[in-house]
């Protein structure tokens, strides 16, 4: 049996014929470019429903546009990288733009190689969140398409970015937990081995915040930092390690959500409860924060307005790529809920 012969491909002539229309009438249509009517373009919209028209990629990227987006997540686990990519998506929503996701596993190597693949595929623009690249790196990518990075707090003449004030963030779990009576609070960082890279990382500026929050509330002699992941088990092997101190704390905070749910995870185990033994406090307020069963007070360090942000910035970078380079630095918020309380024993902590 013969195979069924292939379907013609649908071309702008012919949607130009179907909408009675010019296929440069077509054309601007498709750019959203100045000079076509109101009416013209529905009229052009509706040739293309009714003929099922895709433009064809390649062609695109000849004449020096394809309408995609490269946007690099560093690990597809963590709840809070959703929330970046629905900013994104939304801020797209009206435009042709398609977004294409690559892996970057937390690792340089395999952020070389999905970055390259999407600057040989023509993508307009691309959109680095929290790389772990060096600096040298991100605007080498930068050089070759436009780059927004996301989470990285350098600044640099070839790259936009979009941060949250991790220093301000930490110091409102920090004055939340003191303000409650605790003193011992302790912190579970994402460790990093490269100094290079470390202070313009989130989790450095976020054990930062921390050290000097607890230094504002005089309780510098109680600083306690424990060095694992951004992840369930970091979280999970860094409670282990606290409650192993001949003096717990009486609080935890956790660099991100995700790491939170380990210490949840290990102060259950211990045959503790939270917050009546322990209280607990993450970053990022993801969704699985606001659940019931779980109700994690939390940062809020706005991932749907940093990915929102990320898409402004790009989409204008697209458009001028000699315009000055723009930081946007956005103010985080606490989200108080049940994992936070007074220390069981207020009278027989030590005082500040």
């Known amino acids: 049996m013969e195979p069924p012969a292939r379907r013609r491909r649908v071309t702008i002539v ?65 709840p809070f990288f959703p929330e970046i990519l629905d900013g994104i998506t939304d801020a797209l929503e009206d435009t042709e733009y398609q977004v294409f996701l690559g892996p970057g596993c937390n690792g340089e190597q395999a952020e070389a190689q999905v970055t390259e693949a999407m600057i040989d595929r023509g993508m307009d623009g691309i959109i680095l969140v929290a ?36 220093v301000e963030g930490a110091s409102l779990i920090v004055g939340h937990l003191a303000g409650l009576g605790h003193r011992r609070i302790a912190h579970i960082e994402h460790h990093d081995t490269d100094p290079a890279r470390l202070a313009d990382m989130p989790n450095a500026r976020r054990a930062d ?26 979280g999970y092997q860094g409670a282990k390690q ?65 990915g929102h942000s990320a898409v402004r910035l790009l989409l204008d970078r697209i458009t001028d790529r000699r315009r000055p380079t ?15 309380a007074p220390p069981a024993e207020r009278g027989s902590l030590p005082s500040p």
Do not use: C
């Open 14 to 78: 012919d949607v130009a014929r179907h909408a009675q229309v010019s296929t440069t009438a077509v054309s601007k249509v498709l750019r959203g470019a100045y000079g076509a009517s109101p009416a013209m373009r529905a009229k052009v919209r509706q040739a293309i429903d009714e003929l099922g028209y895709r433009p064809h990629a390649g062609a695109r990227g000849l004449r020096g546009q394809t309408f995609t987006l490269g946007v690099m997540l560093p690990d597809i686990r963590n």
């Open 131 to 166: 790389p772990v690249s060096t600096r040298e790196r991100l605007e080498h990518i930068a050089s070759a398409v436009p780059t927004v990075v996301i989470g990285r707090h350098g600044t640099s003449d070839l790259y936009d970015t979009v941060v949250d004030d991790d």
């Open 326 to 340: 723009t930081r946007v630095v956005l103010s985080p918020t606490l989200v108080p809920r049940r994992t936070t």
């Open 209 to 234: 915040g921390y050290r000097q929050a607890m230094r504002a509330h005089g309780l510098e002699r109680w600083t306690d930092v424990v060095s694992t992941s951004y992840t369930q088990e970091g």
């Open 242 to 306: 606290l409650l192993t101190r001949p003096h717990r704390p009486t609080a935890v905070f956790a660099g991100a959500d995700i790491a939170a749910m380990g210490v949840l995870e290990a102060v259950t185990e211990a045959g503790l409860s939270v917050p009546d033994d322990i209280s607990v406090a993450g970053y990022d307020n993801t969704t699985f924060a606001a659940l019931g069963p779980i109700s994690l007070t939390s940062v809020d360090q706005a991932g749907h307005e940093m």
